[in-house]
């Protein structure tokens, strides 16, 4: 069998930068996927993917020729259809043989086999392999239409290039070009109207010949590079980019590096074919507006990387990734300095205008903002915000903290109303933050404005101060409680208001800062701030808020186990969750902790049939020698469990429950829980209770019960 590597690339318009990496992985993906169900393909084949702004490639180790040939076993029907009494083809097995290929000769030899509860017949024939050709057109024509295209075009064929059938195309951008090479030799398959050869495109200005011919397969990369200066690879082109932003930035000296910004990274590979990295500068004037606003309108606007000195600053520096590289590379410098330079003004201008009006003179403009039909305006946000962030403060300081978080809550959302939120929505928050400032609000004030979006996504930083915690958890708990009261909820990956990342955003606040606040008294606190508005949830939303913290918690590596016996109690300090979780990770290491999880598991079913035991135990009425050893023993191990307990030491209050093992082992051995004497049934009762409650105050330890 010929084996041989292959090369697909569809060579077309520029493509869309934002989707390009997703489109290049995807088409290589299924049409090796699809080569190797075919068999033409070994599982183990290296898979390589291309992906530049014109053009989506593959290339895939061998590659045979053909196919092996399959033998298949056909089920046609059961025997006695198939088969009269004298054992002859009835016509229905013989029409079912003729759509085989096979004729009435075939008879004798089917096999019959049991299928059910009756025998059946079946044919067995050799399936030819498909060619490479049959094998590749298939695969191509389902990478084309499995590409994740964020938006259909349609557009005409060429004069003279039209297939039989072909009119026009749909496509992410017109194709213009179909290289298939297996090995050196020319896989004739079609897509998009193109027949497949070895000739493509390469730099659209800087390209050494034109077309540019690939020899072979394996020749792609490096003749792309030489004679049509493309990068194809999307990731050399990355590493390449990086390795001239660094080289630049270091020429540029002071310890400047430019900013990390991988989504920004992926759209400049994406607009690039072979990438020059080249030093710019603007005015020092501008450095004065704040550099968020700056950075910002670079990276958006235009694609630029801006330059940060050694302490985080911005510079007037900023790196351009041309898709050029003249002689001469001042006309392109000098071109980005004079297309930046009216952006930078634009922010000046928003800047220097917004504020000339203080925060609080935009108040009043909230209650013409609408939030959402149902919950009113922004003006009537901001002042359940303030309610619920003021009875927060309350608990968590004194009359200065409340003053604080009143403030910064009433101001937190006028910076919606400024020129440069209304230019750059992504900047709010920040805005208000140095408009604050402006004001002479004094720091902890602004920044709690800034900081009360926080944490806006995973792994983002908290609040800095407890006046942003706050304000922070008041806006967070004011979503969801509105949310939830109007039934505004998530629906599978639908979360339009983002109720989940605010919902995570309240727990890690919690945890994190180790609030000493009861989560369900939170949520239930912040209903009345919404008056007759909303329908109160409060208890579907403790249950979204668990949840959460529980695909949270496993996430960081805790076991499910873990997680269930620890939730199972609704612990309403949520800083206590992790010390919670290690030590019940301590406990379950210990010998003694499958007996007393299934015991605590066993236990807990007795007293769920029944009603309203009384946790209380009577000596006199113990009879047989276990429930006295038992009973002992809860005398001189419950009391220090309960003090390591309160004292916060869960680790060493499980690990004291461990010596009860033996006692509570031979009195489910030797004890009838239900005894015919009402007393005495009672009173065991009674003393299983008071062993459950002890032993759950940590966790549900049943739930770590195999």
Request: net charge negative.
């Amino acid at each position: 069998m010929t084996m041989k590597n292959l090369l697909v690339e569809l060579f077309v318009e520029e493509l869309p930068p934002k989707a390009l990496k997703k489109l290049g992985e995807s088409f290589a993906v299924v049409l090796a996927d699809s080569l190797k169900a075919q068999g033409l393909v070994p599982a183990d084949a290296a898979v390589t993917h291309f992906a530049s702004p014109r053009r989506l490639a593959v290339h895939v180790t061998s590659v045979a020729a053909q196919a092996a040939d399959k033998a298949v076993s056909q089920k046609l029907m059961p025997v006695a259809v198939g088969l009269d009494a004298a054992g002859n083809a009835t016509p229905a097995l013989l029409k079912k043989l003729q759509a085989q290929g096979a004729d009435v000769s075939a008879v004798a030899g089917l096999k019959r086999a049991p299928d059910g509860k009756a025998d059946a017949l079946f044919y067995d024939s050799t399936v030819k392999g498909a060619t490479l050709a049959e094998g590749l057109q298939k695969a191509l024509l389902d990478a084309i239409a499995k590409l994740p295209i964020p938006k259909v075009m349609s557009y005409q064929l060429q004069s003279g290039c039209e297939l039989p059938g072909w009119s026009s195309v749909s496509f992410v951008r017109p194709a213009h070009g179909l290289v298939a090479l297996h090995g050196s030799d020319v896989v004739p398959v079609q897509a998009l109207g193109l027949h497949a050869g070895n000739i493509t495109q390469g730099h659209r200005f800087e390209a050494a010949v034109s077309p540019v011919v690939i020899p072979d397969a394996d020749a792609y990369a490096a003749v792309l590079a030489m004679d049509g200066a493309v990068i194809a690879s999307f990731a050399d082109r990355r590493a390449e980019i990086v390795r001239q932003l660094a080289a630049a930035a270091a020429k540029v000296g002071g310890g400047c590096t430019p900013i990390d910004d991988d989504a920004l990274l992926d759209e400049v590979t994406a607009l690039v074919e072979r990438p020059n990295v080249l030093i710019c500068e603007f005015e020092a004037q501008f450095l004065d507006v704040p550099q968020e606003c700056l950075i910002l309108t670079m990276k958006a606007n235009q694609k630029y990387f801006p330059l940060l000195d050694a302490a985080g600053k911005l510079t007037n520096k900023f790196l351009v990734v041309s898709n050029i590289n003249p002689e001469d590379t001042s006309f392109v410098i000098g071109g980005n300095e004079r297309v930046v330079r009216p952006r930078l003004a634009d922010a000046k201008f928003f800047f220097d205008q917004d504020r000339k009006k203080t925060l609080a003179s935009r108040v009043e403009g909230l209650g013409k903002v609408v939030y959402h039909n149902k919950l009113g305006t922004q003006g009537e946000r901001v002042e359940r915000v303030r309610a619920i962030a003021k009875a927060i403060a309350a608990q968590l300081g004194d009359a200065t903290l409340v003053a604080q978080v009143d403030q910064a809550a009433q101001l937190a959302k006028t910076d919606l109303v400024t020129d440069m939120v209304g230019e750059f929505p992504e900047l709010q928050g920040i805005m208000g933050g140095y408009y604050a400032l402006n004001d002479g609000l004094g720091e902890t004030v602004a920044n709690a404005i800034e900081d009360h979006y926080k944490p806006r996504f995973a792994g983002d930083a908290l609040p800095r101060n407890t006046a942003g915690l706050v304000v922070a958890l008041a806006d967070k708990l004011e979503t969801l409680v509105g949310m939830f009261g109007i039934g505004n909820l998530p629906t599978g990956d639908k979360d339009p208001f983002a109720l989940r990342r605010h919902a995570l955003g309240v727990i890690r606040m919690l945890v994190e800062k180790d609030l000493p606040l009861n989560v369900s008294a939170l949520v239930q606190s912040a209903a009345p701030a919404f008056g007759s508005l909303i329908t109160d949830a409060s208890g579907a939303l403790v249950d979204f808020m668990f949840d959460r913290l529980a695909g949270s918690l496993r996430e960081q590596g805790y076991s499910a186990q873990e997680v269930d016996a620890v939730l199972a109690l609704r612990p309403q300090r949520l800083g206590d969750v992790a010390k919670r979780l290690t030590a019940v990770r301590a406990f379950t290491a210990l010998p003694e902790s499958p007996a007393l999880a299934a015991a605590n598991k066993r236990i807990s079913n007795i007293l769920k049939k029944t009603d309203d035991v009384d946790a209380h135990v009577s000596e006199v009425l113990l009879q047989e020698v276990a429930e006295n050893a038992l009973y002992a023993a809860m005398q001189h191990v419950l009391p220090r469990a309960q003090d390591q307990w309160q004292a916060g030491d869960y680790t060493a209050s499980l690990q004291s429950l461990a010596a009860l093992r033996v006692p509570v082992d031979a009195f489910f051995e030797d004890v009838m829980v239900n005894a015919e004497q009402m007393d005495l049934r009672l009173n065991r009762l009674g003393l299983l209770k008071c062993l459950h409650v002890a032993m759950n105050r940590v966790a549900d330890l049943s739930k770590l019960a195999s």
